[in-house]
């Protein structure tokens, strides 16, 4: 093993790993580590709750981990009547089963319902994932929305104050009447916010029934010309103009928060699409199981007080480095004097 005393905070997780290798998700790893089939510096995993670096060679069914893919992200054109989740309880198509096979595992960033077209980013990492949700980031959506009923223009730039619906409150969204057509409407809408089915929602309340709904940007990135079911990549340099500083931590994949951001027409549990993990075999039962690592490498110490501290059983914390009554050191130096006699 390369060096038991690493710390547990040091590294990453061996799911955080095995995903950013594109290898499965992290609830997958999870399982396949409870199936035995992990193995670091060739000892079975028994725990996911175990951290590897640069230095340790990670195995699934013996075979070795290759090194993680650099960031990247697609432009997907999502046609109508598809899902965005992998596996639906339904049975319904989804968008991870109509994309090419020569694309590498990857995630959606944010959602769109099955009736919603248009533009829906994918990306290999998770770190992009979470920082392009992010509400922080805080990048407009822009649609084209079509909807059955008369608007009412006064009402439709009022949402630019935001509204409230049924107690939940939603934040300001440009809407802009474009024409009428017959019993329809054709709106141009941008936000930031992006809560669950926020634009369908919002214009129920103007009394206007959605029935089209196109995402055509998602912040810099535009739909463009992209024909539908088509997926073209972001090129790199683009990536390093848009995202600026924070390219850098996500190449060092040392992006912090979790994405609490959804897209306002969004719908189900979005799941990464999986590559050929179905695999079932266990490791040699030869493998020496590894256990998660405690500060030092050393295995998790008992919850008792410590000696020489004013301990707080109840959780608080220790008063400080002073001892309390005889101390370790006063006996210490009684034993060598009778040693030095």
């Known amino acids: 093993m390369s060096d038991e005393k690493t710390s547990q905070f040091e590294g990453d997780r ?187 929602r919002v214009l129920e309340a103007l009394d206007l029934k959605v029935n089209r709904l196109l995402r055509l940007s998602f912040g810099p990135f535009q739909l463009g010309q992209l024909d539908e079911g088509k997926v073209e990549e972001v090129p790199r340099r683009v990536l390093r103009q848009q995202l600026g500083k924070n390219w850098q931590s996500i190449v060092d994949g040392t992006v912090r928060g979790a994405s609490a951001d959804k897209d306002e027409d969004a719908s189900g549990e979005t799941t990464p699409r999986s590559r050929s993990d179905a695999r079932r075999g266990k490791l040699r039962d030869t493998a020496e199981p590894l256990k998660a690592r405690s500060p030092k490498g050393k295995s998790a110490p008992k919850k008792s007080a410590p000696k020489g501290r004013n301990f707080k059983p109840s959780g608080g914390k220790p008063s400080g480095d002073k001892p309390s009554g005889k101390t370790p050191s006063s006996r210490k130096g009684a034993s060598d004097a009778r040693g030095r006699r």
């Open 14 to 200: 061996v799911a955080k790993v095995l995903a950013r290798a594109g290898v499965c998700s992290r609830r997958d790893a999870e399982r396949m580590v409870a199936d035995g089939r992990i193995a670091v510096n060739g000892r079975r995993l028994d725990t996911p709750a175990f951290n590897v670096t640069a230095k340790d060679k990670i195995t699934v069914d013996g075979k070795p981990v290759a090194e993680p893919d650099p960031p990247r992200l697609w432009r997907y054109h999502k046609p109508a009547g598809l899902v965005t989740t992998a596996r639906d309880p339904q049975g319904r198509d989804t968008v991870f089963q109509k994309l090419p096979a020569s694309l590498p595992r990857v995630n959606a960033v944010g959602r769109l319902d099955i009736n919603t077209e248009g533009l829906l980013l994918l990306t290999n990492d998770g770190g992009m994932k979470r920082l392009l949700e992010l509400p922080s980031t805080g990048w407009l959506r822009r649609y084209r929305v079509r909807a059955f009923g008369k608007a009412d223009e006064a009402k439709l730039k009022e949402l630019k104050h935001g509204i409230t619906i049924d107690g939940v409150n939603y934040k300001s969204i440009d809407a802009t009447l474009e024409r009428q057509q017959g019993g329809n409407v054709w709106l141009s809408m941008a936000l930031r916010e992006g809560k669950n089915r926020e634009i369908k």
